[in-house]
């Protein structure tokens, strides 16, 4: 069966420190990936998804980036972070080849800036 | 563009009670529509979904009719339990991969 992990589970770091958040998915192949950010109390907002290796697509401009270095290994990353930061930030795989288009979501990291 | 306007809450019931959380979208073309389940602290987890108008999807007592004249996916669940307090999102996902999302209604249940 397919997993998702995604760590750290909360971390909390200061405005201007760098950050790395890493998913990766187990049991299948060629996932489509994606990182996700959810503000308190609101939806979910799109930041980055990918279809294969090195393939990123940019949903809002800001100071994140993400990388996708192996085919089921995802990382988003800052230079510096920024108060507005702050979130949770949700990593999802869906299968391209599904009939169902579901998203599969990992367990979320709380990011916390001060 | 694709959106999803889903009924703002909180919306707190009795256990036991019926409970409706109401669901409209716009999209190009024919777009799969879900409902997702987030309980708090975790990550959101695919409650139900419809692939084609009139479809009904269901799990665990919720239920979920895909209407494209209305452009609606109201989710349904006859009687909740406690155990139901969640935040519920609805989405949909067009041909083009991207999946979009409601806001999110936070449900709580009391005894």
């Known amino acids: 069966s397919q997993t998702i992990h995604q760590w750290p589970a909360t971390l909390v770091q200061p405005v201007g420190s760098p950050l790395s958040l890493e998913c990766t998915v187990e049991?299948?192949?060629?996932?489509?990936l994606y990182w996700y950010r959810q503000a308190a109390g609101r939806g979910l907002q799109l930041l980055f998804y990918?279809?294969?290796?090195?393939?990123i697509s940019s949903e809002v401009p800001q100071n994140l980036s993400a990388s996708r270095p192996q085919d089921r290994q995802f990382i988003l990353s800052s230079k510096k972070l920024l108060l507005s930061d702050s979130g949770f930030y949700l990593c999802?795989?869906?299968?391209?080849?599904?009939?169902?288009?579901?998203?599969?979501f990992g367990e979320g990291s709380r990011l916390t800036v001060l | 563009g694709d959106s999803v306007t889903q009924m703002e809450g909180p919306v707190t019931l009795s256990e036991e009670a019926f409970l409706t959380i109401n669901c409209t979208y716009t999209?190009?073309?024919?777009?799969?529509l879900f409902w997702y389940v987030q309980y708090p602290g975790e990550g959101l987890q695919l409650l139900l979904k419809?692939?084609?108008?009139?479809d009904k999807g269901s799990n665990k007592g919720f239920e979920a009719t895909y209407r494209k004249e209305t452009t609606s996916f109201h989710l349904e669940k006859g009687s909740v339990q406690v155990s139901d307090s969640a935040v519920y999102f609805c989405?949909?996902?067009?041909?083009?991969?991207?999946?979009?999302f409601g806001d999110g209604t936070t449900l709580t249940v009391k005894p």
């Open positions: 049991g299948t192949s060629n996932p489509n």
């Open positions: 999802a795989w869906s299968n391209p080849r599904g009939p169902g288009g579901e998203l599969f």
């Open positions: 999209a190009t073309g024919y777009p799969s």
């Open positions: 419809a692939t084609k108008a009139d």
């Open positions: 989405a949909l996902k067009t041909n083009a991969g991207k999946s979009t």
């Open positions: 990918s279809v294969g290796i090195g393939q």
